[in-house]
């Protein structure tokens, strides 16, 4: 009787997500050296055989399929910011005006628009000298157009952020109010009134620092923060503090499960709480402003909640693989973003470090705990940025371990104590005077702290520089030292299944 020799059967992806985003990162890099589209075909052609045919290249073929595939949707998706002209002029052309964006000097009026050219939508920044354009509005204007350069530091981040040209309103004929108005447009104009009316009420009791900490802090407006706390913020290492990020919706996110947790203690089921924490996390990440680093964090936290609900286990690397990999689908270019790229190696560090050091240091009181997690939650996250800070801006400070550690605690109170003031006075009109003295403290004391941290006798920074080669040996030597590290504590821990969990070396 012959035999039929049996089919072997491939073993299911471990991280298929992370699979997904090699492939991404490999076509990426292809775009981005200007490599001919038909070198894809080659990969494409070897990546197929070897999925389909070879048992042990299944990673392999995958990774070479996809790196294809996302070089050519890429170069699509490009298109029309590649064969914009250099330069143009529109007249009487009809754009729509979203919202204001913060300028690069911050010393003129900027708008995020879209424009019709040749029947297809164009998004374009728009600068203009008119008053009053505000928000979600149609206006006819003449209009000086340029294509946004990638040697520009700050044309990358317009590209990155899904802008394809920038330019100037020469002449402003008429301004309407647009039919409808999108869900992140009607946020922003809400929180424009709430800042207006925080002003008037505030004003007499707080500083301009404090009202401007306030609106960084809490709402994500940089506009009435004076530039010499932004120079110290910056020069401590904790610029990150007044920058709306993951750091700011994950205390907003713990903030609302302790309310509902509270509210909701007699539902038995927990996937109201879920959902409720979703449509929380999704108003601050609009009302906000929708930075790179804050919708980063929503869709962390949105996967987290998805994973809750349906009772599965989170992996830390499947989680970040799966944002980062949402991130390029919506906008290929988003892999010039400086912020991204920060954003990603920062929690990156945290949760492959953070565990680490949790498992070496074990204090006893609650106390010593918390302060072992503030070091090392600063640690973890410098050893993951470090070679993009060397990279991009040729620092990094050192004093943000010690720095960090006040400013966290006394930012974790402001950032939500600020956001209930500003709520509180949109709908009452006024607070009592001492709640405004509280925040007056909560902020003074983090300004007077970056004061003291921005001197030289107090900071520690290093110089230096990186090309991407050296930032590719130097991840490559920190996962080496992780995984020498985390064996060694794995052998020698008397709780060896709990930090299998931890570290992931399961």
Sequence with gaps: ????????????????????????????????????????????????????????GEEIGLVLMVAAAFWLYTDARTLVARDFPERCELSRAVVDIHYPVSAHSESVA?????????????????????SGIGYSTRAVADLELYRLRRDNSYHRYLLSEGYQAAGRIAHLYRLDKKPYTSLSEAMQELRAGLVANFERASAPCLSPEVRGMTYALSLGDRSHLPRSVKERFTDTGVAHVIAVSGYHLGIIYLFLSSLLALGLWRWRHRRLRYVLLFLGTLAYTLFTGASTATVRAFLMSSLILLAAALGRRTDKVQLLSLTVLIFLVVQPLSYLSVGLMLSVSAVWGILTFLPLFQKLITPSLRGLQLLRDAIFVSVSAQIGVLPFLFMFFGRANMSIVWSNIPLMYLSAVAIP??????????????VPPFLLTIQDWLVGSMIRITRYFSLEAASLSAGGSMDVVQVVLYYAIVVIFYRLAARQINAYSPYRHLLDEKVGLH
Excluded: N, W
């Design 110 to 130: 900027q708008y995020g628009a879209t424009v019709q050219m040749d029947g297809q939508p164009v998004r374009v920044l728009l600068r203009s000298d008119a």
């Design 417 to 430: 104590y600020g956001l209930i003031l500003v709520v509180m006075v949109g709908l009452f009109g006024a």
């Design 1 to 56: 009787m012959t035999r039929v020799p049996a089919i072997p059967i491939a073993k299911p992806l471990e991280r298929p997500a992370f699979v997904v985003l090699v492939g991404c990162v490999v076509g990426l890099v292809g775009f981005h050296l200007a490599l001919p589209l038909y070198v894809a075909v080659l990969p494409a052609v070897v990546g197929a055989v070897l999925y389909l045919r070879l048992r042990s």
